[in-house]
């Protein structure tokens, strides 16, 4: 019978949560990834979205878990590694998100967020902005993933609303 690892049951809590706003109308999925990479096992999973009838701002939500997270979690071993997964935030945006920089430290909190600007001679210009957490995650978190959806989906209103 098959065990699910954190990352399997931290994805089912994500994904539902998504595709439960987007069943609601609040926003549409526009990519979804469901990946192992074999050159270093590890695993990742991510599902972006926007507000509906919004293509210049997306969120994309990615969740990915190491082969260290998954051996710790499957036999006890001498590895100094946590069981669980991590979680990245993306914000990706056709405007300039330096002034949406402020909101989102206050929205988020103390955490790593990096700004990337993505300059193409042939597309127009991408904005990124990465939300990193300094911790992983488990089962016991759960709540913390839906609040993720939560206030990712609230931040997309308020870039709206200020772009």
């Not at 990706?92 to 430290?105: A, G, P, T």
């Not at 959806?149 to 609303?161: A, D, M, N, Y």
Request: proline share 2%; charged share 25%; no cysteine.
């Amino acid at each position: 019978m098959f065990d699910p690892t954190a990352f399997d049951n931290l994805r089912v809590v994500l994904e539902g949560a998504v595709y439960d706003a987007d069943l609601s109308g609040e926003i549409e999925v526009i990519n979804r990834k469901d990946l192992f990479d074999l050159a270093t096992y590890q695993r990742s999973y991510s599902i972006q979205f926007q507000l509906k009838e919004q293509s210049s701002n997306a969120v994309e939500m990615k969740l990915v878990a190491g082969v260290e997270q998954v051996i710790v979690e499957r036999r006890p071993t001498s590895i100094q590694a946590i069981p669980g997964a991590s979680i990245q935030i993306v914000y990706e945006s056709k405007n300039d998100l330096s002034s949406f920089h402020d909101m989102l430290q206050q929205v988020w909190g103390e955490r790593t967020i990096e700004q990337v600007q993505i300059i193409s001679t042939l597309n127009q210009t991408i904005y990124k902005t990465y939300i990193s957490f300094a911790r992983n995650i488990d089962e016991e978190m759960v709540e913390d993933v839906l609040a993720m959806v939560s206030t990712s989906i609230k931040s997309l209103q308020i870039l709206k609303r200020n772009t």
